[in-house]
């Protein structure tokens, strides 16, 4: 019996002192991983060192002239009243360039037609072709080469009488979107934001209307997907370089009456990396006249309230080579703005010649 009491005693201890040890080791391991996690984020591994050596070209802005800017008064209003952390560096990415070859103009034919225009093109240029609608007084000037287009029709004919049941934002997304997959013009990448505005006519003008019920057409800009969690944007802050109207007309439904389409293929598998410049010296980028005014807004009297300050790549409307990142400053009345943000140490002195437009 006694030898049984024993075995029994020692038995407790061993499943007591077993549990002590499990619990002590659950609390090391949970402890090891949220310490680790705390080191990392306090503490994180720096990144490799950038792998871009090439001299990049000036980004392509607009060349838009500001008059009096070194009057404007920047005052940084972002929520906690500091300047954003910037990571050190980011990826430049390539833009392919489309060649002409012998099917050419066979294949911008292909895509007038699945457009809905007639495609026999008259030739305006050597490389740009104008198509002319079947049935409206519409016209569609391509660049055969690199396959951008601009669109657009004449208001004041009666054929393009208007009614007054506009497409919703999601219809009409959906119809323009189904209008470029005819001719196999929406690529992968285009899949980011959506963005629709109202429009109606006003003293023979296209202005923006406040709501569907007082719209007459609707327009819609698709962008460039997030690289990333990176956003796109373009030259105009209230454009991309996808848009297109829809009208819906009395005769033939909803139609695409005006649009154009500047796009550059974008390969994802080729990047380098290039060491960023730090918000402190964008800001002072902006503040000296070294960025590009997208839209500034309602600011007549130069005081320039920003509120928002972010990363984002510039999607260009002209050919470069290069997708290259900016930052993004955001203030009161629309007010937006770009700056460079590659350091300037791999900017060269040229800027690449922009491909003929359509």
């Known amino acids: 019996m006694a030898t049984l009491t024993k075995t029994a005693v020692v038995a407790r201890k061993v499943i007591r002192y077993g549990l002590y040890a499990l619990f002590l080791i659950i609390v090391a391991r949970y402890t090891l991983i949220v310490g680790g996690k705390l080191y990392r984020r306090f503490f994180p591994e720096p990144p490799p060192p950038p792998t871009g050596i090439a001299k990049l070209p000036a980004i392509p802005f607009p060349n838009v002239q500001i008059p009096n800017y070194e009057k404007l008064v920047f005052v940084l209003e972002t929520p906690d009243g500091k300047l954003p952390n910037l990571p050190p560096q980011a990826k430049v990415y390539f833009l392919t360039k489309r060649t002409s070859n012998i099917k050419t103009l066979e294949r911008a034919n292909q895509k007038a037609r699945s ?107 698709l962008y460039r997907k997030d690289l990333e969690t990176i956003p796109s944007v373009a030259s105009r802050s209230d454009q991309s370089n996808l848009w297109f109207i829809l009208s819906p007309l009395n005769t033939y439904g ?53 509120r928002r300050i972010y990363l984002a790549y510039y999607d260009p409307d002209v050919y470069t080579q290069y997708y290259q990142p900016v930052v993004v400053f955001e203030g009161d009345n629309n007010f937006v703005a770009y700056v460079p943000v590659i350091t300037s140490l791999y900017y060269g002195s040229d800027q690449l010649t922009p491909t003929e437009e359509p």
Request: proline share 4%; aromatic share 8%; glycine share 6%.
């Open 115 to 221: 457009l809905g225009y007639d495609p026999n093109g008259k030739e305006i240029t050597e490389t740009s072709y104008q198509y002319q609608h079947p049935n409206l007084p519409c016209t569609l000037e391509m660049n055969i080469v690199t396959e951008l287009f601009s669109m657009s029709c004449d208001l004041r004919d009666e054929k393009l009488s208007i009614s007054n049941v506009v497409l919703t934002p999601d219809a009409a997304i959906k119809q323009v979107k189904a209008f470029l997959s005819r001719a196999q013009l929406l690529p992968a990448d285009m899949s980011g934001p959506a963005v629709h505005e109202f429009i109606k006519m006003s003293e023979g003008k296209l202005v923006g209307a406040i709501s569907l019920s007082e719209s007459e057409m609707i327009k819609v800009n």
């Open 254 to 306: 909803n139609v695409v009456i005006a649009g154009e389409y500047h796009y550059f293929p974008l390969d994802e598998t080729r990047f380098d990396t290039y060491a960023l410049k730090t918000a402190s010296e964008a800001w002072e980028d902006l503040k000296t006249g070294k960025g590009y005014i997208a839209n500034l807004g309602q600011n007549n009297e130069g005081v320039l309230k920003i």
